[in-house]
């Protein structure tokens, strides 16, 4: 499913976000199940939980590989660095009734906004993001005029 689309959302009090049912189409397994992410500051991102799975165990793999094959030599406060990062990346989450989303606690701060306050939620084709609007608005700002290029890049 390619995911696209962007509405504005309000948090409430206890850090709750009703998510567009197409969003959550693309995104929940069966039982509404997803993978919380940290993406850039002031965003989170939401995957379904299989394809986090398969993207994460690639990249775990492909690092043992050159673990094993002693290609890390040298490099072990960057493996160290990637495994503080990995640990604390993502976090599993139901969404409740089918499309609400509890925000987890150590993705709250990361994603600076309080309770009653406004975000905006994306889809970015693959996955769902969930930005402080203020981060969003820079995003595009910078990223909007190489669309047309980013574009024909990608579907030539």
Known sequence: MFITGEVRRTIDERFRLTL???????????????????ERTGCLSLWRSDEWQKRLDS?????RQKIDSGRMEGRWGDVQRLGRLLSTRHQAATLANRSRLLIPESFRQFLGVEGGQEVVVVGAAICVEVWRPESWMEVLHSEMP?????FKTLTE
Request: no cysteine; charged share 25%; proline share 3%.
């Open 20 to 38: 567009p049912s197409e969003f959550v189409e693309g995104i929940a397994d069966a039982d509404g199940g997803i993978i919380v992410a940290k």
């Open 146 to 150: 190489d669309f047309g290029e980013l």
């Open 59 to 63: 990249g775990v793999q492909l690092l």
